[in-house]
């Protein structure tokens, strides 16, 4: 099964901005494991920009474009030198994708895109994609890693594209603020009223929310692929997920 994972910042880091080394080395165990049993996992990975912060020891996340790409450049090197210790005792190969808007809208730079990833695939390797926030301006962004997520699933003709966040899944209100609010187990439609449950961003290290969530689960499943919300406190999660047990939220792939 091919199967894209995207990993926000929260997962990655403290709220300091500094790696969370546990949840990073449980997480590449895990996706070795299940390459080891004959997955196709592709990682989408946040986190550049926040482990940018905790380098220079930023407290905020820098709201300038020029400061943001220079964070992000500082932040890059670290995450995959990270994920590149972590997978190699493994003895997984992993390879960097850096993308802008450009590379998944013009259809030769999407193309080679694809290609690029069937190939690594091919190779046994394990691409770790995340946006170009080094170069990336309004006109190129795409602007959050869980849109960026599902974009890879469409094109890369994955079968699952699991969210990992800080939050169970999609909820009938704030579980943050409502003792009421309960989880949806499985979304086989998303009407207006699921659209109206997506609130605003979780912690304040990333940049998506339950509304980016939703809008990814709407170019995932339009795609033909199933997409699964889920905490990402315990990367272990992965195995029930991918055996398709109810775990999180589960949007229904369209059957058309």
Do not use: W
């Not at 990655?12 to 990073?24: Q, W």
């Not at 905790?54 to 995450?79: F, H, M, N, Y």
């Not at 449950?197 to 995932?220: C, E, F, N, P």
């Not at 339009?222 to 992965?238: E, F, Q, R, Y």
Request: hydrophobic residues 40%.
């Amino acid at each position: 099964m091919r199967t894209v994972v995207k990993v926000g910042t929260s997962t990655l880091a403290y709220s300091t901005g500094n790696l969370n080394i546990r949840h990073m080395e449980k997480l590449c165990r895990v996706l070795s494991d299940l390459k080891n049993a004959g997955n196709e996992i592709i990682l989408v990975s946040s986190g550049a920009v926040g482990m940018g912060m905790g380098r220079l020891s930023l407290s905020e996340r820098p709201t300038d474009i020029v400061s943001k790409q220079a964070v992000a450049a500082v932040g890059q090197c670290e995450l995959m030198y990270t994920y590149d210790k972590l997978f190699s005792e493994y003895n997984h190969t992993i390879a960097q994708i850096l993308l802008t808007a450009d590379d998944v809208n013009d259809r030769a730079h999407r193309e080679n895109f694809i290609a690029t990833v069937n190939r690594l695939l091919e190779m046994n390797v394990l691409p770790v994609i995340n946006e170009n926030d080094t170069v990336s301006t309004d006109e190129f962004l795409i602007g959050d890693n869980d849109t960026l997520s599902a974009v890879v699933a469409a094109n890369a003709g994955a079968d699952l594209l699991i969210l990992l966040t800080d939050i169970d899944g999609l909820f009938t209100g704030d579980p943050r603020k409502s003792e009421d609010a309960e989880l949806i187990p499985e979304v086989e439609e998303i009407t207006e009223e699921i659209e109206a449950l997506a609130g605003g961003s979780g912690s304040g290290m990333g940049t998506g929310g339950m509304v980016t969530k939703v809008r990814a689960a709407k170019i995932a499943t339009a795609a033909g692929c199933d997409m699964v919300i889920a905490n990402g406190k315990d990367p272990s999660i992965l195995y029930s997920i991918i055996e398709g047990k109810p775990v999180g939220t589960r949007f229904v792939r369209r059957k058309n």
